[in-house]
């Protein structure tokens, strides 16, 4: 037990023995502490001997309070650090207080030495005196959050799933392209064929790799599950060849035709579109497409789709489907025998803004079809029998020039070993990650092809149209798409440019109020360039291929980034060049400069357009705005008549 000896405070003890000992530890502890002081008087008088003559180190009496301040503050951090009750702390202790009578006694040598001493650890204090403020809190106070500390947070930082924090990267370079149709193995002679018919020859990047990744996930046993994949990349870039051709090539050795893809597009010119490319490159194939977005009957679209053998009883007329979320759920619910169970490929095609479309609870009624509930199976455990009990579900590919990379929005989902493809802003070439490297720049960035040239031009909402007229006939701008907010909007500025230009300009307007037929038509004028100027809604801002729009007008103020990207992804598509202008009021010059930081945008210079080049419009645009009002109560007019018979 004489091994560990335990020292403890017990209290004042209070026999003799100890009393006597005691009293001499405390003779010894004031004479060496008396020894000391005279030391120390004996240094300084020698110093002041020495440098009294030549300096003058006289302190004045506010100097004296300042450096009291100063010992005082020395004093309580040296208190405050010796929490020992050993006799060395007690002992200076001792001689401070001795030191501080000598300063009463005005010993100016001995202040000046306390003071520079002081001085030297002020800023040790100083450091103390901070962290006492932040640390220590009177017991009965409350810290008030955000009162005392204004240093700047530390931004939290997201950590990503692997698989969004390193995606393949995929150039936005349209112009040096380095892989040709005939580089891919896997094509048949028969596609490559058809595209050379249809003028390309080499793929666009997000082709070059998507292509073959799908291609060669397709070797796969068929029992096993493929990963998913999300495409990201900017508009115009050929997303939509990168999915139509893999799915062609790998279902055309089917034998009995079935659903086997399933193309989701949020709109119907848009499903439209989607069809017609898959036409085109069916046609050397077995394979059947259907469109079913309603522009046909219901009953027309189910005969299309389902056709009941007296033998073999309902057969599927159709291998791909390209539809509408509503329409869609329209059949799942009243088409007997329209079945999903043999879905290889599901495609959701401006996948953001159909994973808006959530009023049909489309995805409950997909998966409910495929697979029975409203959720996905889990995978099963890799062994043959396992794997054999349990179908694989779709493969799904997820494509957008704006797609969210919010994993909480992906989730809901369900992708299977998800593979991301994103282009990136920067222009330079991106390296390949480091082990454990993570990389979550990529999110929320939306890149733009690199031929679209973008600015903007402060307008006031009186010059607008004036501006507008302006830059068309200057500078001889011709297929013009510009973008307004509302149908009514787009008819007013239509009549007025009209006006304006005298009839010289061939303006049309485009809106959803239009009939398909119509707005077919409007679209083949405007390509074939029998019309100047197409004034539209955001109908025509997202996905609509036309080909050689050359100039984009944000007219109205886009409402979100990704509208902005969208509408002016209508030009610079497939490696032409294009201009994009964007109308901005003085009060929204902030707001779009922020939405262009969004984006990861940096370089969008400003259109200036001075008023003084407008004088000359003045009259010419008063006598235009005087037609535009006729005009439109005579429009007025006419509908009030029109009600009026209409109801008698
Ligand atoms: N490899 C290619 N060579 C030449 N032209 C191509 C190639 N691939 C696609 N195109 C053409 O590029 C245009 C744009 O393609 P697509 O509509 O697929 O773009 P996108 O990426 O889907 O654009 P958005 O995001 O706006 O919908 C189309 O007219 C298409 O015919």
Redesign the pocket.
Known sequence: MDMFIINRYLAVDSSGDHGTKEKENLQKLLQKIEERRKRKKATVHSLQNKIHPFCDISVTAQGENENEDIIKKKKKKKDRMSDENDVDSSDHKELKIVDTGEIACNNEMTEHLNFRESYQSENEIKQLNEVDKEEKLPENEFMVLGSDSFTKKQKVKRVLPSWLANPSVVSVNLKE?HTT?NDIDGLDEDIVAK?KE???????P??AQVIPWLLSSANKPSMYWRSDICVS??????????FVLPIVQILRKRVVPCIRALVILPVQD?AT?VYK?FKTYCSVTNLKVALITGQKSFVMEQQQLIKINSTFGPQSLVDIVVTTPGRLVDHLKSTPNFSLKHVRFLVI??ADRVMECIQNDWLYHVNKNIYGSEDQPLPPPLTPAALATVRPPPQKLL???TLSQDPEKLQMLGLFQPKLFTSVVSQEKVPEPLAGEVRGEFIGKYTTPAELKEKYCVVTPETKPLVLYYLITSRRWKQVLCFVDSQGAAHRLSLLLTHLSQGSLHCAEMSSVLRRQERGEVIRNFVDGHIDILISTDALA????M?NVKYVVSYDFPKYVKNYI?RI??TG???KSGKAITFVLENQVCTFQDMLKTAGKHSVRELVVSEDTLLPFEEHYKSALVQLKQDMEGEKNSLLQKNEREES
């Open positions: 392209l149709i595209l249809n003028n390309i020859t080499h793929l666009f997000v082709q990349a900017p508009t115009g870039s050929g997303k939509t060849l990168a848009l579109q490319v095609d401006e494509f957008s020039a997202r996905g609509t291929d080909p969208h992804g209508r598509r497939a490696g």
